[in-house]
């Protein structure tokens, strides 16, 4: 069920219905020479979409833009303040426990959101409304790691990732100048401190990794995985007891 696209006669059956509500959350940010802009929301989007289709949940609009300034200076990349998307996402929330769903995950394409999602979780926590953030690659970092030697933004796992989602938006000739100026790590470490704030500070593609060594099979492989993964979360949050989710009360 996709909210956007029933009407408001058909919503209310919906939201009854639906127990648990996906809302996609990504980036508009730079991913190397090769992948698109929209890699991060695309790929939320698409799992979101599919969990809620398999699980007859319901799916909310995407937010295609979140928490980027670090990649800043590669052409394309926007960004919101952390408060902003952490606002804006607690918007979205109280408006579907207005219409009487409470529970939600957020389903995060993008590493810079988390922190931002997960105190709007804390919050609304507070308020009775229990939303979770769904971590795509955490959720499924074991599998990860049986199918891939690395990771790293625009590297061998998201390029997969993507070739699989939307083959027509990866430039496989565009990999070697990728790999050429990608990083090894995230960050830069110096001495036990990481003085790298902005990707640019340790790769001049804005990658880290080599995604020549990506292969959509294996892209598959790991969107099948985390599907599944939050599907089996989006069960368990649709039965659990309010009790479960509900925040303690002080210590006697
Ligand atoms: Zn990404």
Not at 209 to 237: H, I, Q, Y
């Amino acid at each position: 069920m996709e909210l956007a696209r029933l009407s408001w006669a058909q919503a209310k059956e919906a939201l009854e219905r639906a127990k648990v509500a996906l809302l996609p959350v990504g980036s508009t940010e730079q991913h190397g020479p090769h992948l698109p802009l929209g890699t991060d929301h695309l790929t939320a989007a698409w799992i979101a979409r599919e969990a809620a289709r398999r699980g007859d949940f319901l799916l909310l609009p995407t937010i295609p833009v979140g928490v980027s300034p670090h990649h800043r200076q590669f052409w394309g990349t926007l960004w919101v303040e952390p408060e902003v998307l952490r606002d804006y996402v607690m918007g979205i929330a109280r408006s579907l426990a207005y219409h009487g769903l409470r529970r939600l995950v957020f389903v995060n394409g993008h590493g810079g959101n988390t922190e931002a999602l997960m105190e709007a979780c804390r919050r609304l926590r507070d308020e009775g409304i229990y939303a979770y953030v769904y971590i795509w690659w955490r959720a499924v970092g074991e599998e990860i790691q049986k199918h891939f030697a690395g990771g790293g933004h625009a590297g061998p796992v998201e390029t997969s990732v993507v070739w699989h989602i939307s083959p027509e938006l990866v430039q496989p000739e565009r990999f070697a100048e990728a790999a050429a100026g990608a990083g090894e790590r995230w960050g830069r470490p110096v001495h036990g401190v990481d003085i790298g704030y902005d990707t640019i500070d340790f790769s001049t593609s804005g990658c880290v990794g080599d995604p020549r060594k990506a292969d959509p099979a294996k892209g598959e492989v790991v969107m099948e995985a985390t599907v599944e993964k939050l599907l089996n979360f989006c069960r368990w949050l649709a039965s659990a007891p309010e009790e479960e989710l509900r925040t303690k009360p002080h210590i006697p």
